[in-house]
């Protein structure tokens, strides 16, 4: 998720359409290809070939979609791709470009962005996830956050600290929270606690207050096991939430900042 | 050729007496249930280590088994992505390692090898079927079945029905057209070619908006399915449709992708088809293995085929003609659905398809269960499978009209933890579930006659009494399991075999000194 807090700015020229959806600086950086090139590159694309193939390289009326395009996908270097744009395709009605050899290489590296960008997920772009109300969100938050929260405590500045996305992602699901607790009650009534290191059916472990590792065979119920979840209280509202509440709480935290 | 056709499927099965595990689910059905007794409920506590082997890749490579092995004539063939083995399975020896050369596929997994006769059969990252001398591990030939450029990656085990190797295929990240296809044993040549979404002029081809989309729809096919000899039919799942999250360029059902698609393996040509989810936004591939049941459904007997989907419903159909008899939620969490249609699809809700700024559905795109098979005991009548009950926010990316690939993402918002089901086939209802305290709980199952059920949670190998869930057998593996159970008979004994990463584990119950 780290890409998430890079993913803002847009290449191409032609973003402002609201047809078109550009690759991102995390594609960029991931492709390899050199971006002074790809900013010529997508410059020459929409000068001379966005006409029938379209902004994107989606294909337009009588022009294939070149991100699916096998030569595309195929091609190192532009070897297949420059012989292409070179002598054009007479017989399907592409006509031969007068473009010199530097810019073929151009437009062949913003091409090689355009398809690493569709074919690789975690370089995609999120977009505006700050949609809600913010005034229902804090209604909210008061109502069903604040008994473990505070916007002028633990929460205070959380707008600035974190992207919009991020701060979505991280105030449903809070990474790197406390650690489950657990409390361990022997068959003669002794107890162990501490902080849960690992459980499963068989075995728990924990360390306790002092920081030494105790560990318990289980069988069933014995000894009994009660873990605590700092997170459940995130979980069990899952099933509460609605989507508009969740936009509205995150609208809200937004603005503390 | 009629010969053939009639009696070389049955041949390995016949000749071992189910002692094998010839084919991916052990037989035809995909049950994954098997008639041995000699490991069962009243000496499986003393089920002990026969044998530990760990396998290596030439350079050091990491080793991950997530396949079914196979055992035919007392030898085991496995694989990982780019390797197949050949292995004693009386003691683990190795007797010889194939590895494929470098290549640019993904490496995400291999589910294992099909045979016939001394031939292996085997897809590798890249996309190739390759045939194996199962008795030297040499290459006898290779074909191509799908371009590497176009983002295909295989994964799938072939399957042998007859003189037809049935391969699959998958990659849904730059919306190519899925297919499933039929080899020649022999020489490789291809037999026949199904896509799995229609083109001009065929049936389906009005759930999409155009040939072009319906062509660029994916529905990939990268489980095997199962068999009914009787009726002749290839019985498999069909993968999620594309562009995957952002589906503005392909309204419409999306036939026949998220499916259940019944194939007459001779021809090529699909006989009936049940969508387990209408235009899916989520990646709920429906490739869950269809696991067939010979049952009663009020006091007749029927001929069904079931599936846990992806999605989170469990269907039960008619083989037959893939009419629907049973739909119903198996996890408590789902929330995508408005119900169910009078032909017992569920009906998803648009407010829950992808937004720009999010929506929470439940299951995530990992799903309720996974590609991990269930398993179907006739002792019991239930059907066991692994469970997960996730969230995710789905976000859409590309808001493009021609958008590609992914077009969206999900982002884990939390999960009400996983649980082994065991679930009634008739009704769908839980008859007991095992909620795990910890770890996955999309895992294998096997059930026996001898009255077990075997899973794993974690690195913990599990036996479980079926009827009532109670854990009767375990043991701590040297890392997670990493496929499903497998159980065979080699001179009189009876192995349960899993794979844990890089490692085989092979466990007896102890014969008394004699």
Redesign the interface.
């Known amino acids: 998720?780290r890409y998430l807090t890079f993913l803002l700015a847009a290449m191409s020229l032609s973003a402002q359409e609201p047809?078109?959806?550009a690759a991102t600086t995390a594609a960029l950086t991931a492709s390899k290809e050199n971006p002074a090139a790809v900013e010529r590159g997508s410059k020459l694309f929409q000068a001379n070939c966005a006409g029938c193939h379209?902004a994107?390289a989606?294909?337009g009326p009588g022009a294939p979609?070149l991100?699916?395009s096998?030569l595309v996908?195929?091609d190192e270097k532009g070897i297949l791709i420059a012989p292409v744009l070179r002598n054009g395709r007479p017989d399907k009605g592409m006509p031969a470009s007068n473009l010199a050899e530097p810019q073929i290489a151009d437009i062949v590296a913003w091409l090689h962005v355009q398809?690493y960008a569709?074919?690789?997920?975690n370089t995609?772009?999120?977009?505006?996830?700050?949609?809600?109300d913010s005034k229902k969100g804090e209604a909210y938050f008061r109502s069903k956050c604040s008994s473990c929260h505070s916007a002028t405590g633990d929460l205070a500045g959380v707008g600035k600290r974190y992207e919009p996305l991020a701060l979505?992602?991280r105030w449903?699901?809070p990474r790197g929270a406390a650690k489950s607790t657990v409390k361990v009650t022997m068959p003669s009534g002794e107890t162990v606690s501490g902080v849960l290191d690992?459980?499963?059916?068989?075995n728990v472990s924990l360390r306790d207050a002092t920081g030494e590792y105790r560990s318990f065979s289980r069988d069933?119920d014995s000894p009994k096991?009660e873990?605590t979840n700092p997170?459940k209280a995130?979980?069990d509202l899952?099933?509460v939430?609605s989507?508009a509440d969740?936009?509205n709480v995150t609208a809200y935290l937004v603005t503390l900042r | 050729m009629t010969f053939w056709r009639i009696f070389a499927p049955f041949l390995p099965l016949l000749l071992l007496g189910q002692q094998g595990w010839p084919t991916y689910s052990g037989d035809y059905s995909g049950r994954r249930f098997s008639p041995l007794t000699q490991i069962n409920a009243s000496n499986v506590h003393t089920l002990s280590l026969a044998w530990a082997t760990r396998f290596t890749a030439t350079g050091g490579a990491a080793i991950q088994i997530k396949s079914a092995p196979l055992m035919v004539n007392n030898i085991l063939y496995f694989t990982s992505p780019n390797h197949v083995w050949a292995v004693d399975a009386r003691d683990g020896h190795e007797l010889w390692h194939y590895q494929y050369p470098p290549n640019t596929g993904s490496t995400i997994g291999n589910r294992g090898v099909g045979m016939y006769g001394n031939w292996l059969f085997f897809e590798s990252p890249d996309s190739h079927l390759i045939s194996l001398d199962a008795r030297t591990g040499k290459e006898r030939w290779k074909v191509s079945i799908a371009n590497p450029k176009l983002d295909y990656t295989s994964t799938a085990a072939p399957i042998v029905i007859g003189n037809h190797i049935i391969t699959g295929i998958g990659g849904d990240h730059l919306d190519n057209p899925g297919f499933l296809e039929s080899h020649d044993p022999e020489t490789g040549a291809l037999q026949w070619k199904w896509f799995t979404t229609p083109r001009k002029g065929e049936p389906g081809i009005e759930t999409w908006p155009d040939e072009y989309a319906s062509a660029h729809g994916t529905g990939q096919t990268w489980i095997p399915g199962s068999y009914d000899p009787e009726l002749n039919l290839y019985i498999l799942g069909t993968g999620n449709p594309n562009p995957v999250m952002a589906d503005q360029s392909r309204k419409g059902d999306n036939l026949y992708t998220c499916s259940i698609v019944a194939i007459n393996p001779d021809t090529g040509k699909m006989v009936w088809y049940f969508q387990a989810t209408p235009h899916d936004t989520h990646d709920w591939d429906a490739t869950e293995i269809p696991v067939l049941i010979d049952g009663v459904i009020n006091g007749q007997p029927r001929k069904l085929v079931a599936q846990a989907n992806r999605n989170g419903y469990f269907f039960l159909l008619d083989r037959t003609n893939g009419k629907n008899i049973l739909t119903t939620p198996f996890i408590d969490s789902l929330n995508w659905s408005k119900g169910v249609n009078a032909k017992g699809q569920p009906i998803p809700d648009p407010a829950k398809n992808p937004t720009t700024d999010g929506v929470l559905v439940s299951p995530a795109s990992n799903g309720a269960t996974n590609w991990q098979s269930p398993s179907f005991s006739p002792d019991t009548g239930m059907f066991y499978v692994g469970s997960n009950r996730p969230f995710s926010m789905f976000y859409k990316t590309d808001t493009d009209s021609h958008p590609q690939g992914w077009g969206g993402l999900d982002t884990g918002a939390g999960t009400d933890g996983g649980a082994l089901l065991a679930l009634d086939y008739k009704t769908g209802k839980i008859n007991w579930r095992h909620d795990w305290p910890s770890g996955s709980g999309v895992t294998h199952m096997l059930t026996t006659a001898g009255k077990l059920l075997f899973t794993s949670n974690g690195q913990n190998l599990i036996a479980f009494n079926p009827s009532n869930g109670k854990i009767l057998w375990h043991a701590g593996l040297t890392a997670n399991v990493s496929n499903g159970p497998i159980t065979y008979m080699v001179d009189g004994r009876q192995y349960l075999l899993v794979a844990a990463g890089d490692s085989m584990f092979a466990f007896t119950v102890n014969q008394p000194a004699k």
Do not use: E
Not at chain 1, 198 to 202: E, I, K, P, S, T
């Open positions: 998720m047809d078109t959806v379209g994107t989606k294909g979609d991100i699916r096998l996908l195929d398809t569709a074919g690789h997920r995609y772009a999120f977009l505006d996830v700050v949609t809600g979505q992602t449903l699901l690992r459980v499963d059916d068989f069933v096991v873990i997170l995130h979980t899952l099933r939430y989507d969740i936009h």
